[in-house]
């Protein structure tokens, strides 16, 4: 397909530019420019792809996706590799996700090379705003959503696809600090059936009131347990989880439809595998949690998505009070883990997988 491409008549001055640069945080700094592809079914799928200044956009107020939230998206970043080129982390998966999401979601697919050309030229476009600081990173957010003005509630027949980018800083400021997580009672994520292996927005809009129960109980992020038994852990509002045990095994939670199938999961299970360690792919319960964290038969946990990589989880708090994990810091696996796939992805250690993906 041919991308039309426009300039930003007036890009952010290279002064405030560098400034946000300089501390860039995460997901409130946007790049100059977006992509924009349309999609509809009675012209014969997608059409119009374009790069061109990052602006707000017209949506009619009947829009599907404002009343029934048919919305898909991804998270993935560009990083600066050591010798000043730039790379994307096993984007083809990326690619291959939000198809899947698509599906789940009713929505058309999105030819995997036409979503890996959209992040090329987006980011060929906005070379200039990768962060200057250590660990940052350029945020890639692909996404789709329902543009079509009906009410009546069936699939849309027009999309839009987007992509947008935001300068993103370390997600935590010094290495890796442990969190503290609430185990939610009261609310689930995802039930079985529904669309908790989407990356959909509906998932994370029901993830926001046992979030803000988290904060209020002095927590960082709610850990969800299943819809059906409320026994099993299955992953944080954004982050897959793993039990590090003391006999060599690492433990969790299987792909059941409930959760999200993350690529950082899916490689930390390749890392563990040439660690030696066996990956158990297993239910886990929250009590098993606890008594685990009380004898010591555990002895990590650690939370795992792009945004933060890798990040050690150092307490649990519930109803029933809270349980510390070793030493409630950073353990060694963890630690060893975090720096493996960081290096990976900047290039300094070898790519033994082929998982880095340069694009110059
Ligand atoms: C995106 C996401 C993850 C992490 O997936 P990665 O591909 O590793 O970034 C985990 N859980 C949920 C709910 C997510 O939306």
Not at 57 to 76: C, K, N, R, S
Not at 86 to 108: T, Y
Not at 272 to 284: C, K
Request: net charge negative.
């Amino acid at each position: 397909m041919e991308f039309t491409h426009l300039l930003h008549p007036s890009p952010t001055p290279p002064e405030t530019r560098n400034e946000a640069l300089a501390n860039p945080g995460f997901g409130s700094v946007f790049s100059d420019h977006m992509v924009e592809i349309d999609y509809d079914a009675d012209k014969g799928g997608w059409f119009a792809a374009k790069v061109g200044p990052r602006q707000p956009i017209t949506l009619d107020p009947a829009a599907a996706v404002l009343h029934y939230a048919q919305e898909i998206f991804e998270g993935m970043k560009a990083y600066q590799q050591k010798d000043g080129g730039i790379a994307l982390f096993r984007p083809e998966e990326n690619a291959r996700r939000f198809n899947a999401s698509a599906d789940r979601m009713a929505m058309p697919r999105l030819p995997e090379e036409l979503f890996l050309e959209s992040i090329r030229r987006l980011v060929a476009m906005d070379r200039d705003w990768f962060p200057i600081v250590e660990g940052g990173s350029l945020y890639l957010r692909p996404f789709m959503f329902a543009s079509e003005a009906f009410l009546g509630v069936r699939p849309a027949k027009r999309y839009k696809y987007m992509l947008i980018a935001s300068p993103a800083g370390n997600y935590f400021k010094s290495g890796a600090p442990a969190v503290k997580i609430w185990v939610s009672r009261d609310y689930v994520r995802a039930a079985p059936g529904g669309t908790g292996a989407a990356k959909t927005g509906g998932n994370y809009a029901a993830s926001l009131v046992p979030q803000a129960e988290a904060i209020e109980q002095g927590c960082d992020q709610v850990v969800f347990l299943d819809a059906v038994e409320k026994k099993w852990i299955e992953e944080l509002g954004g982050m897959n989880l793993f039990f590090v045990m003391d006999d060599g095994s690492v433990i969790t939670p299987p792909l059941t439809g409930t959760i999200l199938p993350g690529i950082t999961r899916d490689s930390l299970i390749q890392l563990l595998r040439e660690e030696g360690l066996t990956i158990r792919e297993e239910p886990y319960s929250i009590d098993q949690w606890r008594d685990d964290a009380g004898s010591g038969k555990l002895l990590e946990t650690l939370a795992c998505g792009t945004a933060a990589v890798v990040t050690p989880v150092g307490t649990v708090a519930g109803l029933d009070g809270e349980f510390t994990i070793g030493g409630g810091g950073p353990g060694q696996l963890t630690s060893k883990l975090h720096e493996k796939l960081v290096g990976i992805q900047r290039g300094s250690v070898e790519d033994t997988h082929g998982w880095v993906m340069r694009l110059e």
